[in-house]
């Protein structure tokens, strides 16, 4: 009976596929119904014979064309790096405290951090700030700068970080010219990937950050992901993470893969490091 009706539907299926063909094959004018083997003109001017792969159904274009749901237009920045229309701004120069809290004794409370010149910025002593929002997958574009001055060397050198869901952390790192450790510089993937390769400008100039991230996905184990995060990473337009797939939580001692625990949506995170790093224009997609 179950084969039966196997036959059925593969039968039905090969009706509906047959359909269209035929149906054009009575529309095409006599010269396109032929011939069975088509000819293809090679760059030395010989031909060659091509069999179709199917000689029973000849496919037009139509049915490998897909017209809806029609692809929803989202407005484009006038300058790119600016937030389209779709972005939801995280930080556009003025309020801090309307998207951010700071990461305070396990809990949060205001920002402590300043205004200066359109940016923000750690003070001594402040902590963290973390989005109130938290987001799965996501498009984020951040502009950071490290001082002018350069003081400190290797990761005491205008280190800050971008932390994706809380857990994941794409290092800030005044990288010009300051060796410290490939896989701890601008750009890493702290302590799992390094960048492909050192787009940093000089301190005291504007940099940015593209980040495309896909959340990880957990099956019944909390311990080990289904599929792990994905992320890209651009740094001043250059790519510097090719679609890398994380190993768990980005840490400063000890095995990503045993840190791995089952989590949802997360926040966005600017590290304060305890230098002063300033961040301006930060806007997010939710994919
Ligand atoms: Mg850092």
């Given at each position: ?17 047959l ?6 094959l ?41 017209w ?82 350069i ?70 184990d ?50 304060q ?15």
């Open positions: 009976m179950k084969t039966n009706l196997t036959q059925m539907k593969k039968s039905m299926i090969f009706s509906l596929m359909l269209p063909g035929l149906l054009c009575g529309q095409q004018p006599q010269q396109q119904q032929q011939p069975p083997a088509s000819r293809q003109q090679t760059a030395t001017g010989e031909q060659r014979q091509r069999p179709l792969e199917d000689s029973t159904i000849r496919m037009t274009h139509f049915q490998t064309e897909i809806d749901p029609e692809v929803q237009m989202v407005q484009p920045a006038a300058k790119v790096g600016d937030p389209p229309a779709d972005a939801i701004i995280l930080f556009d120069g003025t309020d801090i405290n309307k998207e951010w809290e700071e990461a305070s004794r396990g809990g949060v409370k205001p920002a402590t951090w300043i205004i200066k010149d359109g940016a923000m910025e750690s003070v001594k002593g402040s902590g963290s700030l973390k989005t109130k929002r938290v987001f799965n997958d996501f498009q984020l574009h951040v502009e950071w700068k490290t001082p002018s001055v003081t400190g060397e290797s990761q005491g050198r205008g280190n800050s970080g971008v932390y994706l869901q809380d857990l994941y952390e794409v290092q800030i790192l005044d990288s010009w010219h300051n060796r410290t450790y490939r896989n701890g510089q601008a750009g890493a993937f702290y302590k799992q990937y390094a960048p492909l390769v050192n787009a940093s400008r000089k301190p005291g100039e504007w940099q940015t950050y593209d980040i495309v991230f896909t959340a990880p996905r957990f099956g019944k909390s311990t080990t992901y289904f599929t792990p995060p994905r992320a890209t990473v651009f740094h001043n337009g250059i790519l510097i993470q090719n679609n890398v797939a994380l190993r768990g939580p980005t840490t400063f001692v000890g095995i990503p893969e045993f840190l791995i625990k089952k989590h949802g949506a997360g926040s966005i995170q600017l590290q490091h305890g230098n002063p790093v300033a961040f301006r224009n930060i806007w997010i997609r939710e994919l």
